[in-house]
């Protein structure tokens, strides 16, 4: 597998929010997110080649038993399955971060779904049209929710909200999934790449997550490190 980078840090978004957290950030993606915040996770020819057993020895080797494995996209590494067993079967608690744009199933204790709303399209044409050909699959997230249901394990549904009008995109996909998710899963978190952007905008998204029931979603990382790599 190949691997951006692994570290030890607090998990800065969604429901686990401040617990000390290791990452893994898996290599490869095939969207093109304008505001994508690690570009470095990008492409799989600029990580580190490995082996699952690799990954886990080291994540093990921090003092939590909070795992987030994410990328990239996760989805698009083959031993994808082995390392997500092998560290539950450590006793581990692991969180998988997607874009739910690939429909493959991976077993996980919280499925973290960050579907891609049209504000993440590039300005590029070209890119612009692979990137929408790819960003919202909805059979891939149903299928992600159902399965947790079955599992009795959790998920969460997270949006990047650039502007007040993107809640209107995120309410026509959940239209999708009616009785299959509580407002609590749902997350709305501002698109901010450094400390101002994200004061500047988490007002408007609180004041949404008050309106729907939604759960606002924080950036700690970026609050507390300015979203450096590794952090």
Known sequence: ????????????????????????????????????DTPDAKKADSAVSTTA????KQLLSYPTSFIVVTGGEPLLTFELEILCTKLRNAGRH??????ASIERLVDADLVSISPKLSNSTPFDPVLAR????????????????EQTHREITEFQLKFVLEKPEDVLEVQDILSNFTGLFEPADVLLMPQASNREQLA???GWVAELCKQ??????????????GNQPGT
């Open 53 to 56: 057993e690799q990954v886990v």
């Open 94 to 99: 692991v969180t998988l971060e997607t874009a």
């Open 212 to 225: 729907h029931g939604y759960r606002f979603c924080d950036r700690l990382q970026i609050r507390l490190y």
């Open 200 to 202: 500047s905008r988490s």
């Open 130 to 145: 692979q990137h929408e050909a790819l960003r919202l699959n909805l059979p891939a997230i149903g299928a992600f929710i």
């Open 1 to 36: 597998m190949q691997v951006a980078e692994i570290f030890y840090s607090l998990q800065g978004e969604g429901k686990l929010t401040g617990l000390p957290s290791a990452f893994v950030r898996l290599a490869g993606c095939k969207l093109h997110c304008k505001y994508c």
